[in-house]
């Protein structure tokens, strides 16, 4: 069994920040990449920003240089930090991670339970 544990969304006024994180637990070999995500009600889920097991990050185009990806490879734990965040940021952020739970086990792809963000104007 894998989990992973959202934490940092909430509410927030246009131009604040707040810090997301996702903490992966259980049964892990390792951990490949791992990213976030977003999703409104009735939309697609987005890709917001990804990072590397060796920590190269990508983000993006409508989130880049506003968030920051970093991973704890220690603590099989991803995060993001938002800083001037605007009223489209809203949504609902989940995180996603591949997991490797042994050594000749492929990756599969897991999700947390997702954290919802609101950014007031």
């Known amino acids: 069994q894998v989990q992973l544990v959202e934490s940092g969304g909430g509410l927030v006024q246009a131009g604040g920040s707040l810090r997301l994180s996702c903490a992966a637990s259980?049964?892990?070999?390792?951990?490949?990449?791992m990213g976030w995500y977003r999703q409104a009600p009735g939309k697609a889920r987005e890709w917001v920003a990804g990072?590397?097991?060796?920590?190269?990050?990508s983000y993006a185009a409508s989130v880049k240089s506003r968030f920051t990806i970093t991973r704890d490879n220690a603590k099989n734990t991803v995060f993001m930090q938002m800083n001037s965040l605007k009223a489209e940021d809203t949504d609902v952020y989940y995180c996603?991670?591949?997991?490797?739970?042994?050594?000749?086990?492929?990756?599969?792809?897991?999700w947390g339970q997702g954290t919802q963000v609101t950014v007031s104007s």
């Open positions: 990072i590397t097991r060796g920590g190269s990050s």
């Open positions: 259980g049964s892990i070999f390792s951990i490949n990449a």
């Open positions: 996603n991670t591949n997991i490797k739970r042994s050594p000749t086990s492929p990756g599969n792809d897991y």
